[in-house]
């Protein structure tokens, strides 16, 4: 009696066993069947290159099915999470490879990203700043902001007025070429800023205050721009956002038209004072060796 008991209990446990490892087996199954779209690549993206939907249209990016199991869950999925965002520096994405997060980034997250938010015909160039005129530490990018020249004259005479309205900040970086942290940046995201450009030298609140403001310009702009550096102190005043240019006013003691002409004419002054110079010297050397 006994041993027929015995029989029955393994047996029973035997068929308990042979029941788990066969559901155990069709969930490993159904797991490896089951699928999820990704995005790969079906040949190289080099490094700072923006991602378009003509990519996805001409197959180089492709939404793909492959076992939820084999996918890592930091790469993207949706191509409306990725296009428009570049490929970080000194990184290839390889052929046959997903699109991982933490390397295809929004061009204000990319360290020498500034010159990939450039517009077609447009130039980058630096302006130094300090705590009074980078407006506390609110100057970051995407703001539209006006330039002021407070200077002096060929004849010692002082002006002050704006000479460029609707400029666009593209970045503001620290003496370490850190780039300044927004306002309301969380402290995650602090964490994200630190591990990529370092630890903060300065802070105001939440935000760096810049030591550099990147700017996008134009040729003619950038001329103004230079040449006022050399003729006295820039000023930045901000604006809420991109207006029109309403300062533009008739009034000539301080319109932006006049403040342009006024930098012309001290150039142009500059540039005659040497030519003048030159000449100078050129009929002094022809007059000392004819006395030879």
């Known amino acids: 009696m006994n041993r027929i008991l015995r029989s029955i209990v393994l047996s029973v446990l035997l068929i308990l066993l ?8 069709k969930y490993y199954d159904n797991q490896q069947k089951q699928t999820v779209s990704v995005l790969t690549v079906s040949k190289e993206i080099p490094p700072r290159t923006q991602i378009t939907k003509k990519m996805f249209d001409e197959g180089v990016i492709k939404v793909t099915r492959h076992p939820k199991s084999l996918v890592p869950p930091n790469v993207y999925k949706d191509p409306k999470d990725i296009i428009g965002k570049f490929t970080s520096t000194n990184y290839t994405v390889p052929q046959y490879s997903y699109l991982y997060k933490d390397l295809i980034l929004d061009a204000e997250k990319i360290k020498d990203g500034a010159a990939l938010l450039l517009k077609e015909g447009e130039r980058m160039m630096a302006i130094d700043v300090n705590m009074k005129n980078s407006l506390a530490a609110q100057i970051t990018e995407g703001s539209f902001v006006d330039l002021w020249l407070n200077g002096k004259g060929q004849d010692q005479k002082a002006i002050t ?36 450009y370092g630890e903060a030298p300065k802070m105001l609140g939440a935000n760096l205050v810049p030591r550099t403001m990147l700017v996008a310009v134009d040729d003619q702009q950038a001329f103004y721009i230079q040449s006022s550096q050399t003729l006295g102190e820039i000023n930045v005043i901000g604006r ?53």
């Not at 042979?18 to 087996?25: I, L, N, P, Q, T």
């Not at 400029?167 to 942290?181: C, F, L, P």
Request: charged share 15%; proline share 2%; net charge negative.
């Open 161 to 196: 007025g704006p000479f460029l309205q609707n400029v666009r900040i593209i970045g503001t970086y620290t003496t370490g070429s850190q780039k300044v942290v927004p306002t309301g940046i969380t402290e995650s995201q602090q964490n994200e800023q630190n591990q990529t």
């Open 18 to 25: 042979c029941v788990s490892a066969f559901m155990g087996f």
């Open 240 to 292: 809420g956002v991109k207006a029109e240019d309403t300062s533009v006013s008739t009034n000539q003691l301080w319109s932006v038209q006049h403040m342009q002409q006024w930098i012309l004419s001290q150039i142009s002054e500059s540039y005659l004072s040497l030519n003048q110079q030159d000449t100078a010297k050129a009929v002094e050397e022809v007059v000392l060796n004819e006395s030879h």
